[in-house]
T-cell receptor
Framework: GAGVSQSPSNKVTEKGKDVELRCDPI?????LYWYRQSLGQGLEFLIY????????KSGLPSDRFSAERTGGSVSTLTIQRTQQEDSAVYLC?????????????FGPGTRLTVL | AQSVTQPDIHITVSEGASLELRCNYS??????LFWYVQSPGQGLQLLLK??????LVQGIKGFEAEFKRSQSSFNLRKPSVHWSDAAEYFC????????????FGQGTELSVKP
């Protein structure tokens, strides 16, 4: 079956512009996670959605970052007024249930470059 | 605070040689532990996981890992490395009661010599 998909695969933007990154989770997966992978910081958790519950935003680095999940499926990560330090690969993962034994399935990522 | 440490940033082994990648964690309760592999330009793929029970777990691609509570370690091993194993390997802890979000180590890059 289809895995987690992310778009675009690459995004180049100018400092100060807003960007939107999209994640399509595996059908039926109720949990969705965003992570960021950068040279300086490694892999960091950003935000977590589970069903209709309020998202866990504890990993978002600043208020320029936000995310939403519509209809319990597709998610969009928005970065406003991008900065050069936002350059990274943004990874999305989904999991079949909100369960401590979850296995997260990762998408290929979106590589963001801020000039 | 929870943390995961992979002390080796880069390891080179010869094809056919054995491999051990180290992982140590700091966590106040019984952890759920994972090893992921990332090939160039690819997403993360789960190799194996430990939740409870037998402390030696088998994964895909011939990998295994051993959980040692006394050493707070979860080292990844493979008896004979193949050139296709060259990739970056990440150890992670899942924070249960926090939605299962993963805390990753810094990663170990594996190179394989012919």
């Amino acid at each position: 079956g289809a895995g987690v998909s992310q778009s675009p695969s690459n995004k180049v933007t100018e400092k100060g512009k807003d960007v939107e990154l999209r994640c399509d989770p595996i059908s039926g997966h109720t949990a969705l996670y965003w992570y960021r992978q950068s040279l300086g910081q490694g892999l960091e958790f950003l935000i977590y959605f589970q069903g209709n519950s309020a998202p866990d935003k504890s990993g978002l680095p600043s208020d320029r970052f936000s995310a939403e999940r519509t209809g319990g499926s597709v998610s969009t990560l928005t970065i406003q007024r991008t900065q050069q330090e936002d350059s990274a690969v943004y990874l999305c993962a989904s999991s079949p249930r909100d369960y401590q034994y979850n296995e997260q399935f990762f998408g290929p990522g979106t590589r963001l470059t801020v000039l | 605070a929870q943390s995961v440490t992979q002390p080796d940033i880069h390891i080179t082994v010869s094809e056919g040689a054995s491999l051990e990648l180290r992982c140590n964690y700091s966590y106040g309760a019984t952890p759920y532990l994972f090893w992921y592999v990332q090939s160039p330009g690819q997403g993360l793929q789960l190799l194996l996981k430990y939740f409870s029970g037998d402390t030696l777990v088998q994964g895909i691609k011939g990998f295994e890992a051993e959980f040692k509570r006394s050493q707070s370690s979860f080292n990844l091993r493979k008896p004979s490395v193949h050139w296709s194993d060259a990739a970056e390997y990440f150890c992670a802890v899942a924070l249960y009661n926090q939605g299962g979000k993963l805390i990753f180590g810094q990663g170990t890059e594996l190179s394989v010599k012919p």
